[in-house]
């Protein structure tokens, strides 16, 4: 089965310090994984994406990861933290037994990122 | 472009009783998604439509809840009856063959 883990249930930085926020996977095949944003009261927003190419990926807001294959992880980072990026954080794979590149998303339980001035 | 739209946003019912969530995924997408988010977990998908056929309602409890996409477009989600252990937070996502999967805002449901 396919699945994604977020080691880290909170993940403090003070402002303008890089953050990390970890997820490791673990998928049969190719895995397609991805990164949302939760902030309070409102859906989830999507950060960016690994189907395949570079293993380092550039998103929205400032946000990167890095896709380890050894490693089985695809950890988000940003150089430098702002207040505003508070908020919860879901890594997730995409399951292709049903629905093939439409799959559904699998997520982990998410890590919330506090940001202090 | 316009998002993916739910309603209500918020919803407190007793238990044992049958509520309906409403989702108008963006114009053009044939994948469509509701998900469960109890407080402190990342979502569940509860049912995943392709144009107005299942793709995979595995998790789907279909002794209380069931859902339909009319047309391809719009879906409903139906719970009936309701048990306190439904309180979450209902999202409905849609995609396209070329994008991620887009969601919307969600609706909270209490069951009292």
């Known amino acids: 089965a396919q699945s994604v883990a977020q080691p880290e249930d909170q993940v403090n930085v003070a402002e303008g310090n890089p953050l990390t926020v970890k997820c490791t996977y673990s998928?049969?095949?190719?895995?397609?994984l991805f990164w949302y944003v939760q902030y309070p009261n409102r859906g989830l927003q999507f950060l960016l994406k690994?189907?395949?190419?570079?293993?380092l990926v550039k998103g929205s807001y400032g946000f990167e990861a890095e896709f380890n294959k050894s490693q089985t992880s695809f950890h988000l980072k940003k150089p430098s933290a702002l207040v505003s990026d508070s908020a919860l954080y879901f890594c997730?794979?995409?399951?292709?037994?049903?629905?093939?590149?439409?799959?559904?998303?699998?997520f982990g339980k998410g890590t919330k990122l506090s940001v202090k001035p | 472009e316009a998002g993916v739209a739910q309603s209500p946003r918020y919803k407190i019912i007793e238990k044992r009783q049958s509520v309906a969530f409403w989702c108008n995924p963006i114009?053009?997408?044939?994948?469509l998604y509701w998900y469960q988010q109890i407080l402190g977990q990342g979502p569940k998908l509860l049912i995943q439509f392709q144009n107005n056929g299942v793709v995979d309602d595995s998790q789907l409890p279909k002794d209380r809840f069931s859902a339909e996409r009319l047309k391809g477009v719009d879906s409903t989600l139906k719970i009936q009856p309701a048990k306190l252990e439904d309180s979450a937070v209902y999202l409905c996502a849609s995609s396209s063959r070329f994008t991620e999967a887009f969601f919307g805002q969600g609706t909270r449901l209490t069951v009292v």
């Open positions: 690994y189907i395949t190419g570079d293993n």
């Open positions: 114009s053009g997408h044939a994948t």
């Open positions: 998928v049969s095949g190719n895995p397609y």
């Open positions: 997730a794979v995409r399951d292709l037994n049903y629905g093939g590149s439409q799959g559904n998303l699998i």
